[in-house]
């Protein structure tokens, strides 16, 4: 299955089943690739340049893509978009965003990362994200040298965030799509929605 057709069915709550993940060091300018995207998929927009963040904005607008910001809640209520929990790294203004998130102010989505484990379990509980992007599942660029949970332990470690829907994330290619458990609710890449291979030195997943 090729990553574009994912988007064709779309997992609880309506949450796109792709998503395009930008990196400060992999990709700091997603806008090409985002404009690939098919309507309906998402954008985690991670370290980006305030300007190139914001005509990110309107291109996800503009061609009816879900964002999401990284990090902060008060940017991502300030271009109509949502916010992304690292995992590893502070986040600001989430309380900002929970709140437009209950008043169902438009786009304000939370999607988080997580990579197993009992706090990030008890986060996904308390802060019930519409998505939890659980990584790496295959070896990635992104972190190189960790061990991947592979296809079996993704899957028990998505079981044990007690939380759906989860996403796969961290070698996402068309080589691997078809390895992916079933449970699998959506899927975020990097390099395996870009037509070729991405300069640079890796990133660590957040």
């Known amino acids: 299955m090729h990553l574009a057709r994912l988007h064709r069915a779309r997992p609880a709550r309506g949450v796109p089943r792709l998503w395009l993940f930008s990196d400060p060091v992999r990709l700091p300018d997603p806008l090409a690739a985002a404009a690939r995207l098919p309507r309906g998929a998402g954008v985690v927009a991670r370290g980006l340049?305030?300007?190139?963040?914001a005509r990110l904005a309107v291109l996800a607008r503009r061609r009816g893509l879900a964002l999401v910001v990284a990090g902060d809640g008060r940017a991502g209520l300030a271009l109509r978009a949502g916010m992304h929990?690292?995992?590893r790294r502070a986040s600001r203004h989430l309380l900002p965003m929970l709140l437009a998130r209950r008043?169902?102010?438009?786009g304000a989505v939370l999607t988080m990362a997580a990579h197993g484990g009992a706090v990030a379990a008890a986060r996904a509980r308390r802060l019930r994200p519409a998505l939890v992007f659980l990584s790496p599942i295959f070896p990635t660029a992104s972190h190189p040298g960790a061990t991947a949970l592979g296809p079996l332990r993704w899957a028990l470690a998505a079981r044990r965030l007690g939380?759906?829907?989860v996403a796969a994330l961290g070698g996402i290619a068309p080589a691997t799509i078809r390895r992916?458990?079933?449970?699998?609710a959506a899927v975020g890449a990097i390099g395996g929605l870009l037509p070729q291979p991405v300069a640079g030195q890796p990133q660590c997943l957040r």
């Open 103 to 106: 008043a169902g102010a438009p």
């Open 85 to 87: 929990l690292p995992d």
């Open 163 to 165: 939380h759906r829907p």
């Open 180 to 184: 992916l458990p079933r449970g699998v």
């Open 49 to 53: 340049d305030p300007a190139v963040l």
